[in-house]
């Protein structure tokens, strides 16, 4: 089996295991970038704006985030008016750090693979 | 409305649309990206073993795969036994490579943001 030797000894190799699934959700991912972006915080309107989700949209993801302790939520007045301000924890913070090294990893081995395997054949063709 | 001003002329600044949700998948982004570096394919065993899969995990995600068009499946003998043969079309590999570029984007973004948001209060309190 000669495919067998290619990949002996790469167990688990592309398993990413590190993605966390509660920051890798595309939509998450944005959300968390922009409260990483906007320390202080991001009143809800703001943050529903920078990703392009709906209000919908956005209670769910928040909802997800702040159950993991990714995001701290908090109503204030602003102007007396009734404000949700959106903000990181600094757990947040620390796990999407831990998250950013693994997509950096793919990242890597991306473009590895891609330089690696140029397209060849258009077709499978069996043997 | 000070937040206002902070993010104004950003809008959907970190929507991400181009995150193919097809591609964006934590396994079935290790399956393409193993497909990607084994150009010539990889059996179905080989797959599994780099990607970490259950079988019946890689079964489903390779089903969604080739619904898109990303991968093609074979089965062929080798060593006159059957053999389930997985390789990258060449669409999938162009649709691979403009969600790397959005990736990249990512990361960008993410180094930018975390360079100006060191951590800094560790409650939110309302003003």
Do not use: W
């Amino acid at each position: 089996m000669k495919n067998r030797n290619a990949t002996a000894g790469r167990s688990h190799r592309f398993a990413y295991n590190g993605l966390d699934r509660v920051i890798h959700e595309r939509a998450r991912l944005g959300v968390i970038t922009s409260l990483i972006a906007y320390p202080k915080g991001l009143p809800f309107g703001d943050l529903k704006e920078l990703c392009g989700l709906t209000d919908g949209n956005l209670s769910r993801h928040l909802q997800v985030l702040q159950a993991a302790n990714i995001v701290e939520i908090a109503k204030r007045f602003e102007h007396n008016r009734p404000q949700t301000l959106c903000r990181i924890t600094s757990q947040g913070r620390k796990r999407y750090l831990e998250y950013l090294a693994v997509l950096e990893q793919v990242i890597r081995d991306a473009a590895v693979a891609v330089k690696a395997g140029p397209e060849r054949k258009r077709t499978l063709a069996p043997t």
